[in-house]
């Protein structure tokens, strides 16, 4: 099978996976959680702004994939969606948290990878990334790959391939993921705003339970 998920794509689908597993009590996700988690401007790279058609079209894609879709059986007025790439790659814990990263923040170093999920699985030492790696890059296709070490860094980066090869320029970024700077100050921000972002969120949720609610009376 060969993928090559648009970046719209990229992001709904690690969006879901991300919301699946920190936040499972507002999981699955109507098409307006599913916007602003999309949107966030916390743990994405690049931040976007998609709309509900973008959505809505990459979620036809990804169900043609059977990576993701709406829930089955559901019986609520509020359709949800959900990711199913358990269903078509049987991942371990270890290596849906380094993919569902990669996806959201583009390519990172180990060191990265281990840090920003955290929240998605704690990884007790470096060594247990780099694991992860191993078996997403043996898999077949591989779903992720090493890139050269640019110059001026110390580690090399890695990348999904989800959406197809990554090409490197010598002396620049991965193309489609430009890199941050990491700082101690900028890793506050981040958590900052990831915090008002789940808070805008769950607003968002607490307003589809109340329209839901005023329908059964009217």
């Known amino acids: 099978m060969e993928l090559r998920l648009t970046a719209t794509e990229v992001r709904v689908l690690g969006s ?11 999981y699955p996700l109507s098409l307006n959680a599913l916007v602003n988690a999309c949107n966030q401007k916390s743990n994405r790279d690049p931040v976007m702004q998609l709309d509900e058609d973008a959505l809505r079209s990459a979620l036809e894609v990804l169900q043609q994939h059977r990576m993701a879709g709406p829930v089955r059986g559901a019986d609520s007025r509020v359709p949800k969606y959900e990711q199913r790439l358990q269903e078509v790659f049987n991942f371990t814990r270890q290596e849906i948290a380094v993919l569902c990263v990669l996806l959201l923040r583009g390519p990172q170093t180990p060191g990265e990878l281990r840090g920003r999920a955290e929240r998605l699985h704690r990884f007790e030492a470096l060594e247990d990334v780099h ?20 110059p001026g860094t110390k580690e090399s980066r890695y990348a999904h391939l989800l959406a197809g090869d990554v090409v ?26 990831e915090e008002v972002a789940e808070l805008r969120r769950e607003f968002s949720e607490i307003k589809d339970q109340l329209e839901r609610f005023r329908k059964q009376f009217e």
């Open 168 to 193: 490197v320029v010598e002396g620049s970024s991965p193309v489609g993921a430009p890199v941050g700077p990491n700082t101690a100050d900028a890793e506050r921000v981040t958590r900052l705003e």
């Open 131 to 150: 694991s992860a790696l191993q078996k997403l890059m043996q898999r077949e296709p591989p779903l992720a790959k090493i890139l050269p070490r640019q």
């Open 16 to 26: 879901l996976i991300e919301k699946d597993i920190t936040t499972p009590e507002y």
